[in-house]
């Protein structure tokens, strides 16, 4: 599996590397044809060796020193270079004291040898995933095309008019979870996208990020509410999940205050539980209420898939998920 | 497709390769240096057959990393571990624990153990679970894996007693 | 453990020994086919069928082999008249009966280029109507894979032995259950690659990793026309086998044709994805096992009937089942059985075997079953194991004397040492809501089988060099298994040296004596006896001049520890190394060569059996259906432990295979194509779910076996496989009619049981 060609480039600085995104995108054209950005590789050079990612040139951002440094803010929020690598956020002392749920959602990634890889921003962009055409372009050939290889059709949901791939990353739950801020820069200028509102439910389309983009900074900003995150693998190591879930939620004991869940890996975006969240606030994290909030979900999961397992399975991987998360989050103090 | 010019410490060795943008530093250790040690695996970053530990000593998998990306820096492989002419410590255990088979998984699954080792010197049962998740092994069923590893620490002292110098 | 019957006077066999090829493997330097390189070499790719059944109506390759770069382009007339099997030809000319079967190959100066010309071939398809399910195939309306199999059933066998419908009659009832297995990968760690210089038109030499040189020559040789020893394969190491690598695929030819067309040699290997399309594994089999007992738990009968997804091309599958249904007679003293397999084409990858052939799943079955027989009957699985386990000098029915068994010890063994009569039908669930299961698996393998091949047959060479340092010719692959080191210790033994002492060379048929291979858990009793034979005939040699230096009978000799001493005057004795330097270099010129060789004494099958029993014990989350395999404990008689350290190693490789089949592995499909073909979509799991093992080496001393060694090397598994899956049954309460039991899949179960337990009556528990 050869990776198509390429050419690398190498900026040294953020302005020279949004200079070369501007230029390189100026015609115009689809985010992943003229220019990827690359940081640790482990899914960028994955999906190029399955050649959904051709882009003729591959930009670097490992050497921008602007995307490698945390910044601690006045409040005990970070600012955090999307460049960080994943494994040294999770050796980070203060995000492990500060943010329980980030940090697990860190451990929880691939393997030590991903997270010695890999870096935030390319965890938060993470490529949506599909059983059906996750494999290499000659095993592709052997079924029709879908909206993946630019076909307007779903093997997932055959009657569907968009993609249904699964973003199955591990920390956007999390920093949804932690009401995290994303920032995003270009020639053009910067601006601030909150990351519950950076996804979209496209799997084609699943990140509000332009081809001249960049995603340069994650703020995670300060809380004292209890937190935590949870993911349902079939192999406890190197597996994506079939459910995750990070919940923030403050108050103490069964109550709860400003309670938010986040379910990963059920659909193409992370799904923020609205109806269960307000049950939980309203009656406290007793059984009885957990019980309901779990009932309450049943409309807010979307259309399940049988993408990497049956959908009945990951409902109750899902229901299993809540449950223990918010048992958990109770006996947190 | 026009090549490149890098330069890769390997080893402890430095050397000048001419490149195109698609090697990985796979492609490099393998066929321009001819350093077999390192197997290609699944090339996808699935099975950690070709994993590699860089300056820091930590475990990375070469058939992800194109090779330009790495201009300039240092890594070791399975063929560095020796010194002396000696195994290192937890090469010596894999081979009196038995956790050797069929050996091909053997320098991926040792990498991944070395860099597991130099974060942890004596780790948990939980971090070496962690540490060798990344690593795919059919033939041993990890338990004689797991033992050299918790025995290469015991190794290492009485290495260092036997030469005089601890580490 | 290890658990003595009688000790005989060892010195090197039995002690816990390093494999001698460790520091090679651990230090980068062990050779694998695809670190190979010659000069000139070229690199060969596939071009693959897209489709699963259709009529190929153009390839055009001429746009391929104006490529610059590229040395040779081959399609289906140049390989005319080569099969892979009976029916599956090494390049498909004009219908393709599933995806990824070989249309045409390039060999080019690199990767890219190959790449680059498989691109430019055109091809055209005619889409035929398929089947990708047994179901589906044998229905009556059903589209035809292949026109020689009407019916899409390509062969149906039955062996029986004993009088069945009397045995079934007579007994007090009869279960039944239905049983699927799903279709697997054996995943080696090495992927398929072929290495061939055919650049003489009277000698074709072949790396690459194999089970079995002797029958790549054979095939190779058949498939050119060329004499057996006019080819040469040399099979370095081997990462990994499995039953995966006993016969030539179409690669290996592909390779061969295209360096007989480039006059170049040309290294072939699959990719990623393309592996799960090269191997030749267990495909979607179902059983329906029927078993008659009596009301005081004797079991009188079984039998089995089994459909068989042969895939694409079934033709070697029916050929293999044979010990299947036998092996359950090897551990039960039956009336009568019957196993029939019937093998169905489908239009999918064709299907051989899998790791632990295919008794992992019909142990996986059997052994619920009988837990599901006991529970019924209110007897205890294991107190009715032993009533039925067959015990030394059995005679079986198709013929076999067991002149070791160990099989009731062995039950025992685990049922002591697991507490199991305190756990069994006691265990109550975890604090946090965990179901917990204890089960039983016992198992028997053949060590050897002949008419599985023609002959099982093994020679070896042994030299001893003037400095007293040994070299062990050999024949046989070690795909990991250990077995050069084995036959190293078996050699030491004799000749009264080290283990260390001893160099094995193997692997290249050039040099290495015949030796029909590794499979069949063939090599410790066949090699190993051709290696004993071996070395006594070189250890006589060196008696001779040894006797005359001393000027005693030969008789009074003894080697040991390095030395050759006078029985009843120990102070009368020759260093080793002196008797062979004395012998080359005496006036005569002695060389000292010890030839051996082996065959089984029986005219089919074997003489020696391996025995064992297993007890696991499992914790299942009822709400995700997660199974935790705790511990497992396992006594195997495998005769005598040439090497504990290699037998244990043998024990966890096949625990961890047996839970990972049984509780995760599954090439999922979908319309004809894996859904999962990599090493991260398909489960095998990692470090992290391997359960404690606690082993218990049951010696009981086999004749046949070269100092009484039996096998290790597929017995285990097969009993893991029955011990896990009942392990899990007995903590769901029912029955699990399917292997993998996933995690949804026992979720699914548990969700089923609770609303409706089973009611452990002789009907069938299951639907399919």
Redesign the interface.
């Known amino acids: 599996m050869l990776l198509p060609e390429h050419t690398l480039l190498k900026p040294v600085s953020l302005d020279q590397c949004l200079i070369m995104l501007r230029d390189l995108t100026a015609g115009g054209g689809e985010r992943l044809e003229k220019a990827q950005l690359i940081a640790g590789g482990t899914d960028v050079i994955f999906n190029m060796r399955l050649k959904f990612f051709q882009p003729e040139h591959l930009v670097s951002v490992r050497r921008v020193p602007e995307l490698q440094r945390i910044e601690e803010l006045d409040d005990g929020g970070l600012r955090i270079g999307a460049a960080c690598r994943l494994v040294d956020l999770a050796d980070d002392p203060r995000i492990q004291s500060r943010f329980p749920a980030f940090k697990q959602a860190l451990d929880a990634v691939a393997s030590a040898q991903v997270r010695n890889m890999g870096t935030l921003g390319g965890n938060v962009c993470l490529e949506t995933r599909c059983w059906f055409t996750n494999n290499s372009e000659e095993w592709r050939q052997g079924r029709q095309g879908c909206f993946k290889t630019d076909c307007e059709h779903c093997h997932v949901i055959p009657s569907s008019t968009h993609c249904h791939a699964i973003n199955n990353a591990d920390t956007p739950p999390a920093l949804m979870a932690l009401d995290a801020m994303l920032t995003v820069q270009s020639a053009r200028g910067s601006r601030e996208v909150p990351i519950a509102e950076f996804y979209r439910p496209d799997g084609m389309d699943h990140m509000d990020l332009q081809p001249d983009e960049l995603l340069t900074h994650i703020t995670v900003p300060a809380t004292r509410d209890r937190n935590l995150f949870m993911k349902y693998t079939p192999r406890k190591g190197m597996d994506f999940s079939l459910g995750a879930i990070a919940v923030r939620c403050g108050g103490q004991g069964e109550r709860a205050e400003n309670i938010r869940i986040v379910l990963g890996s059920i659909s193409s975006a992370p799904i923020v539980l609205v109806e269960p969240a307000r049950v939980i606030e309203a009656d406290g994290l007793g059984d009885a209420s957990i019980e309901q909030a779990i009932e309450q979900m049943r409309d807010e999961l979307g259309e399940v898939t049988n993408l990497y397992g049956r959908a009945t399975y990951k409902k109750q991987i899902a229901k299993t998920l809540v449950r223990r998360a918010l048992v958990k989050i109770r006996e947190r103090v | 497709m026009a090549k490149h010019i890098m330069s890769l410490t390997v080893n402890g060795d430095t050397r000048e390769f001419a490149v195109d943008d698609r090697d990985t530093l796979l492609d490099v250790i393998r066929n321009q240096m001819a350093l077999t040690g390192t197997k290609s695996g699944c090339n996808t970053g699935s099975c950690g057959i070709c994993t590699i530990n860089n300056a820091a000593g930590e475990a990375v998998l070469s058939c992800l990393t194109p090779a330009l990306e790495w201009d300039g820096e240092s890594v070791t492989t399975i063929e560095g571990l020796e010194a002396d002419g000696q195994l290192d410590a937890i090469q010596q255990a894999f081979v009196e624990f038995g956790a050797v088979q069929c050996g091909f998984c053997t320098p991926g699954v040792i990498m991944s153990a070395k860099a597991l080792l130099n974060k942890y010197p004596q780790p948990t049962e939980a971090q070496i679970n962690e540490g060798m998740a990344g690593v795919l092994c059919r033939c041993t069923g990890h338990i004689k894996v797991k033992e050299a590893i918790r025995n290469d620490f015991r190794l290492r002292i009485n290495k260092g007693a036997e030469s005089g110098s601890g580490r | 453990m290890v658990v003595k019957r009688a000790d005989i006077d060892l010195s090197v066999i039995g002690q816990?020994r390093?494999?001698l090829?460790?520091?090679?493997?651990?230090?980068?330097?062990?050779?694998?086919t695809?670190?190979i390189?010659l000069p000139g070499m070229l690199v060969g790719k596939i071009l693959?069928s897209?489709?699963?059944h259709a009529r190929i109506t153009k390839l055009d390759t001429s746009k391929a082999e104006a490529l610059p770069g590229v040395r040779a382009v081959i399609t289906a007339p140049d390989a005319k008249g080569i099969w892979a099997t009976q029916n599956e030809p090494a390049i498909c000319g004009e219908v393709t009966r599933y995806?990824g079967e070989e249309l045409a190959a390039v060999a080019a100066i690199d990767?890219?280029t190959a790449?680059r010309a498989l691109e430019l071939i055109d091809v055209e398809y005619e889409i035929l109507p398929s089947v990708t399910t047994i179901r589906e195939a044998l229905k009556p309306d059903a589209p035809q894979v292949d026109p020689g199999a009407p019916g899409n059933i390509v062969s149906d066998n039955t062996d029986t032995y004993g009088d069945v419908e009397d045995a079934f009659a007579k007994a007090d009832l009869v279960f039944e259950d239905k049983f699927v297995s799903r279709p697997t990968h054996?995943?080696?760690?090495?992927?398929h690659a072929c290495v061939a210089d055919f650049t003489r038109p009277d000698k074709l030499e072949i790396w690459t990793p194999t089970q079995s040189s002797y029958l790549f020559q054979h095939s190779f040789a058949r498939a050119f026309k060329l004499s057996v020893n006019q080819v040469r394969i040399v099979h370095l190491?081997?990462?990994?086998a499995?039953s995966g690598r006993g016969s030539v695929r179409p690669h290996h030819y592909i390779a061969a044709l295209l360096s007989r067309k480039a006059r170049r040699p040309v290294k072939v290997a699959a990719?990623?994805?393309?592996e799960f399309l090269v191997c030749r594994t267990l495909g979607d089999n179902q059983y329906v096992l029927r078993t008659a007992v009596d009301r005081d738990g004797r079991v009188r009968a079984i039998d089995v009937n089994a459909t068989l997804d042969g895939g694409g091309q079934g033709h070697a599958l029916g050929y293999f089942g044979w010990m299947v249904g036998l092996c359950m007679t090897w551990i039960m003293d039956l009336d009568a059985i019957r196993f029939r397999r019937q093998v169905v084409l489908t239009n999918q990858r064709p299907n051989y075997l899998g790791h632990g052939g295919m008794m992992i799943g019909t142990n996986a079955g059997l052994m619920q079953q009988l837990l599901r027989i006991a529970k019924y009957l209110g007897r205890d699985p294991i107190d009715m194991l032993l009533q039925n386990a067959i015990e030394e000098g059995h005679h079986g029915m198709s013929g076999e004397h067991f002149a070791s068994c160990g099989l009731k010890e062995c039950i025992e063994t685990v049922r002591d040492a697991s507490g199991w009569n305190d756990k069994y039908g006691k265990l109550t669930p975890t604090p946090d809501g965990k179901l917990r299961g204890i089960g039983v698996g016992i198992g028997s393998m053949a060590a050897g089988a002949r008419g599985a091949f023609k002959h099982d047959t093994s020679a070896a060479m042994v030299k001893v060099g003037e400095d007293g340092l040994v070299t062990v010719f050999t024949g046989i692959p070690d795909?990991?298994?250990?077995t050069h080191t084995t036959m190293a210790i078996i050699a030491a033994e004799v000749l009264g040296i080290k283990a260390t002492d001893i160099h094995v060379v193997a692997g290249d048929t050039d040099i290495t004596p015949v030796d029909v291979g590794a499979f069949a858990q063939r090599g410790t009793i066949m090699t190993g006896n051709a290696v004993k034979n071996a070395a006594q005939d070189a250890r006589d040699q060196l008696a001779t001049n040894a006797a005359a230096a001393l000027e005693v009978d030969v008789e009074q000799l003894v080697f040991r520890n390095g030395e050759i001493f006078v029985k009843d005057n120990p102070e009368q004795r020759l260093p080793f190394s002196k008797v062979s330097f004395g012998s080359l270099h005496s006036k005569e010129g002695r060389f000292v060569m010890g030839r051996g060789f082996y065959t089984t004494p029986v005219d089919y099958g074997t003489a020696a059996w391996s025995f064992g029993a297993q007890v696991a014990e499992v914790e299942v989350d009822p709400?995700?259906?997660d199974v935790d395999l705790v511990k497992v404990w396992v006594a195997h008689d495998c005769g005598r432990a040439i090497n504990p350290?290699?037998v244990?190693?043998q024990i966890?490789?096949?625990?961890?295979?047996a839970m990972s089949q049984v509780l995760?592995e599954e090439c999922?499909t979908?319309?004809g194509?894996y859904?999962?073909?990599?090493?991260?979509?398909y489960?095998?799991?990692?470090?992290?779910?391997?359960p404690e093992?606690e082993y218990f080496l049951i010696e009981t001393n086999d004749p046949y076996g070269p100092f009484g060694a039996k096998e290790v090397g597929e017995g285990p598994i097969v009993v893991a496989g029955g011990a896990i899956a009942a392990a899990v049954s007995d903590a769901l309460g029912g029955f699990l009619p399917e292997i993998p039991m996933?995690?949804?899949k026992v979720?699914?179960e548990c969700t089923r049981l609770s609303k409706s337990p089973d009611r452990s009556g002789p009907e069938a528990q299951s639907e399919l």
């Open positions: 816990r390093p494999r090829d460790g520091p090679e493997k651990v230090s980068g330097r062990a050779q694998f695809a670190d390189n693959r897209r489709h699963k995806i990767e890219a790449v054996n995943l080696f760690a090495e992927f190491h081997t990462g990994g499995f990719s990623g994805d393309e795909m990991g298994q250990g709400e995700t259906g350290l290699a244990e190693g966890d490789g096949q625990v961890f295979s995760f999922v979908d319309d194509q859904l999962n073909p990599s090493r991260l979509e489960k095998m799991p990692r470090a992290y779910e391997m093992v996933t995690s949804y979720w699914r």
